[in-house]
């Protein structure tokens, strides 16, 4: 079924790293891709490996939960691995008819390997460690200077969170349409790719109209709790940073620094 | 003036066909006269269409009226300064448990009535606590509200509306798409709302077993109110129910078919207990 | 002609921690042209049962037969079951699409192939058949109301012309008038054509009035299976697991129980009232 897709799913346990503030796992989980591609030797992927195998260990997380979830993304990953390995030119390491294996492929082949799994096992720690609100949190809080600039970070934050909480009703929703049409003799599978476009209209038209109806009478329900807007509103759960929060960001510091050196002169 | 007024209230909406043009105009409110005391437990009646979470809609300032006028413990809703007081003082509820659930957490939904209002932190977790276990939703706290059955949303719900301490609460069918269970469940939080807490409560609903405990019963159709008052009076006007598209528990129900055939019967009875003491009396009265 | 679920399992979820046996070793037959009323609480395994019923979902293990064939063998025609058993969901208005009444009723035939002429008949017959005025076929479905809506996706099924109609909770939602007039249309149907009607519910008070035999459901399992009188007997083990019996059951024993000699195994109002009048007549 749709809704058993476990993705970078909230994994609900005790940890420190689910106790970070949501902000240093945001920022941290930036700063962590980007020196993914600072670094260009194989020193500076050691490191990154370590930062990231210690994340893992801290987060509580079972590693094989954490694999699990990612099955769908094997693929595009085996797709880079497989066209870079192939289509690179440069020194020929192995020739079998056409296809020719080079230095030069083999090296940013396995680059870019562990590029994208670090990158996906990294921002996936994030997920898995911090319910989907408090990241929506997190970023209107870190947006909040874009105010200035008349970007409406309150208004597109409580859009994502309410997204969130919609995602797996409609998820479900789509399932009982679907059966429903499926019922009355419809075909999602065969024919081709214009007859299956048709055919999702009467999936997709019944979709439609149950999202406006519930944004409708979600709009009612939160004006008739007043709300308006980001103004005037406190908060149930204010973000506040404590000590173990100041740790981390030390500890990224001095990652992030490690990593700037190495990419400069490594 | 009771808490909940309103003074020949009617709403109008204008018909328009597809290329926008009027094709009429719709009267869903027809000249409500509503007065509802502090404390006291409102049922309002009718089958679909009939326009009463139209009229429900009027309480909490969604709608406004088109003619006459409704207050809210003396404010009148049309007044824009006091809009927010309204909308704090008189809660609603709606009919769709998934439809007014915002937060992803129980508690985090609980709290967005008082975060909206400008609550400080410390008291939104006092109220969201408070509110959570005169529902008996504590223990679900921490809950995603995905994973809670439809009586326990709908509870879950009214939470969301205590926590603003409203002084009225009004329930737009909140027992429609639940099962029995999850039925008795929300009726049993609400009637303990009024009971304990002394909130006033309007209800709205096709249910009947639901009102058999209200103060008073306003029964709609077309717009208008069609009968009101007490459970008694109105469930012993079986023929009349029926006409408006509504019915009558099976108890009161067979005590009114019993009646037409010539036993003598009070009228109105409501509860199995009320008919078993009236049989045994008519049969020692025949013997 | 007739269903057999013969050992049937539903497991979902079973490759995680978080399996659920949402049923459990189902043993049935449904024979031609019975009406049967399923109840069961919420979760109680109702909604995955029917779906098994035209093959949408598929056991674990067990099989269902359908007229003697297997519905999961290799080659079986599935299009062809979903036309002959007919599913009606909850809230089937949600799945109307097209511009017109008449159109989304057509929907069903049409996937089967048939001719346009042997289509519009058919869509033409089963808005008769939910008491559906002509003036509404070619208005929007979007634009009557909710018990209108409710007919036209009803009509939307049985223009399949099917032998078996399931219909999960067919008036959630309703008012008391509205629930009566589709379950009247729905018991007057089944008494024109023959057909069998799978009834689900949680309500014993709409069943007992119209079905032959009640299928109470519990935890996944079958746990009555009998004839309304038989099922409402277990009034106390109903109330065990979330449900009651009709409210007339107990009236009737509460009567008995004050020393009045009333039969207790009566399921409608009808019935209670004759019952307590020859009580009340003999007496005299």
């Known amino acids: 079924m749709l809704r058993d897709i476990t993705l970078g799913q909230y994994y609900q346990t005790d940890s420190v790293i689910h106790k970070l503030d949501p902000r240093v796992k945001l920022i941290a989980t930036i700063c962590f891709i980007i020196s993914l591609f600072i670094v260009k030797s194989w020193i500076g992927y ?37 066209f870079n390995l192939f289509l690179t030119p440069g020194e020929v390491l192995v020739s079998v008819w056409k296809i020719r294996i080079t230095k030069e492929g083999l090296q940013t082949a396995v680059t870019m390997a562990v590029r994208l799994s670090f990158l996906i096992v990294g921002s996936s720690i994030m997920t898995l460690t911090t319910t989907p609100n408090s990241l929506t949190d997190a970023m209107e809080k870190l947006m909040k200077p874009l105010k200035v600039f008349k970007v409406p970070v309150h208004e597109v934050a409580m859009m994502m969170s309410i997204a969130l909480r919609f995602i797996p009703i409609l998820l479900e929703e789509t399932d009982k349409i679907m059966k429903a049409q499926i019922a009355r003799g419809a075909d999602f599978e065969s024919g081709n790719l214009i007859k299956k476009a048709k055919a999702m209209v009467p999936l997709l038209v019944p979709l439609f109209i149950s999202a406006f109806r519930r944004a409708n009478d979600l709009a009612m329900a939160m004006e008739a709790r007043c709300y308006r807007g980001g103004e005037h509103r406190t908060k149930m759960k204010p973000l506040k940073y404590a000590g173990r929060d100041r740790i981390a960001y030390g500890v990224l510091a001095a990652y992030f620094a490690v990593c700037i050196v190495i990419g400069i002169y490594l | 003036m009771g808490i909940i007024k309103t003074d020949r209230l009617v709403f109008e909406y204008i018909r328009r066909d597809e290329e926008g043009n009027v094709e009429g105009i719709t009267r869903a409110v027809d000249e409500v006269d509503l007065d509802v005391k502090k404390g006291e437990f409102v049922a309002i009646l009718g089958h679909n269409g009939s326009g009463k979470s139209t009229l429900a809609k009027h309480i909490n300032a969604i709608l406004y009226p088109t003619e006459g006028s409704v207050w809210v413990d003396g404010m009148d809703t049309r007044e824009e300064k006091d809009l927010w007081n309204i909308r ?22 609980v709290g967005f009535g008082p975060e909206n209002m400008g609550v400080p932190t410390d008291e939104i977790w006092e109220r969201v606590e408070e509110s959570l276990k005169a529902v008996g939703m504590y223990q679900y706290r921490k809950f995603s509200p995905n994973k809670l059955s439809g009586g326990q949303k709908q509870r879950v719900s009214i939470a969301g509306v205590i926590a603003m301490h409203p002084k009225c609460i009004i329930l737009d069918e909140p027992t429609a798409m639940l099962d029995p269970n999850g039925r ?27 009102i058999i405990h209200a103060d008073k019963v306003f029964v709609m159709d077309k717009g208008k109110v069609a009968m009101q008052g007490t459970p008694r009076e109105i469930f012993s006007q079986v023929e009349k129910l029926k006409q408006l598209r509504l019915d009558v528990p099976q108890v009161t129900l067979l005590a009114h078919e019993l009646k037409k055939s010539g036993v003598d019967l009070p009228a109105g009875i409501l509860t199995v207990e009320e008919l078993t003491q009236a049989l045994e009396h008519a049969q020692k009265y025949r013997h | 002609m007739s269903i057999i679920l013969d050992h049937v399992n539903y497991i979902y979820g079973s490759d995680t921690s978080l399996a659920v046996h949402a049923l459990k070793d189902i043993n049935l037959v449904i024979p031609d042209g019975q009406f049967i009323g399923l109840i069961g609480h919420t979760g109680s395994g109702k909604s995955t049962l029917v779906q098994h019923l035209n093959g949408l979902i598929k056991p674990s293990n067990g099989n269902i037969y359908f007229n003697g064939e297997d519905i999961h063998a290799q080659d079986y025609n599935k299009k062809k ?36 002429q042997e289509t519009e008949l058919r869509a033409y017959a089963a808005l008769k058949q939910v008491g559906l005025e002509d003036d509404y076929f070619y208005q929007s479905p979007f634009d009557l109301s909710g018990g209108q809506k409710r007919r036209v996706a009803i009509a939307g099924v049985l223009a399949m012309k099917p032998e078996i109609l399931v219909l999960d909770e067919p ?26 009607v799978i009834l689900v519910s949680h309500s014993m008070e709409d069943v007992a009035k119209y079905v032959e035999r009640i299928i109470v459901m519990n935890q996944g399992a ?14 106390k083990e109903l109330e065990e697991v979330g449900l009651a019996a009709p409210q007339v059951t107990y009236i009737m024993q509460a009567l008995s129980k004050k020393g009045m000699p009333v039969r207790t195994d009566v399921t409608t109002i009808a019935e209670a009232k004759d019952e307590i009048l020859r009580v009340l007549g003999s007496g005299r």
């Open chain 2, 88 to 109: 704090q003082e008189a809660g609603m509820v709606f009919q769709n448990p998934d439809n007014q659930i915002i937060g992803q957490v129980v508690e985090e939904d």
């Open chain 3, 171 to 196: 008036t959630a939602g309703l008012d008391p008038k509205g629930r009566d007039e589709i379950l009247d249309q729905i018991a007057k149907l089944k008494e024109e054509t023959g057909i069998t």
């Open chain 3, 81 to 116: 079951l979903r036309s002959k058993v007919g599913l009606v969901f909850q809230y089937p208005e949600h799945q109307l699409f097209e511009i017109d009444v008449f159109s989304d009723v057509c929907f069903g035939p049409k996937n089967l192939g048939l001719s346009r």
């Open chain 3, 222 to 235: 079958v746990m009555l299976d009998d004839i309304p009188r038989e099922v409402f007997k277990h009034y």
């Open chain 1, 46 to 82: 050691a490191i990154a490996a370590v930062f990231l195998a210690v994340s893992i260990k801290l987060s509580k997380v079972p590693f094989k939960y954490m694999i699990k979830g990612m099955k769908a993304i094997v693929f595009i990953l085996l797709i880079t691995v497989v």
């Open chain 2, 184 to 210: 008795r469940e929300v009726v049993r939080a609400v009637r303990a709302l009024n009971d304990v807490e002394g909130i006033t409560v309007l209800l709205i609903t096709h249910y009947m077993e639901e």
